[in-house]
């Protein structure tokens, strides 16, 4: 969380958390060869940021799913499990929340509110 911070220091609580929660998400997938790294959610989190994307829904996933595959084979069976993954950001989890707000050095009051 906060390499990601220091990595895309324009980056939202907002874009940082469904980030992090797409990773964690992937991570728990099975078939999804070769799991995103540290250098693929900066790379992710940065196009979002220079996109200006504000949230990220499964619209958004499907446009930037490349960012999270290591190589272009990669990118089926993430596609497959956009669904998955897209559901997975709506789930409340305050352990990435207290990572980001850690991170961004703010309480979780504001993070509610943010959101």
Not at 27 to 47: C, S, Y
Not at 94 to 105: P, T, Y
Request: charged letters at 30%.
């Amino acid at each position: 969380m906060k390499i990601l911070r220091r990595r895309v220091p324009d980056a939202s609580p907002q874009l940082v958390t469904a980030v992090v929660k797409i990773n964690e998400c992937i991570k728990m997938i099975p078939g999804v060869q070769k799991k995103p790294g540290l250098r693929e959610l900066i790379d992710l989190l940065a196009a979002l940021v220079r996109d200006r994307i504000p949230t990220v829904n499964e619209n958004v996933l499907h446009d930037y799913i490349g960012y999270l595959a290591k190589q272009k084979s990669h990118i089926k069976s993430l596609r497959e499990a956009l669904a998955r993954i897209e559901r997975h950001l709506e789930i409340e989890d305050r352990r990435v929340d207290e990572w980001v707000a850690e991170a961004f050095a703010i309480d979780g009051a504001v993070l509610e509110m943010a959101a």
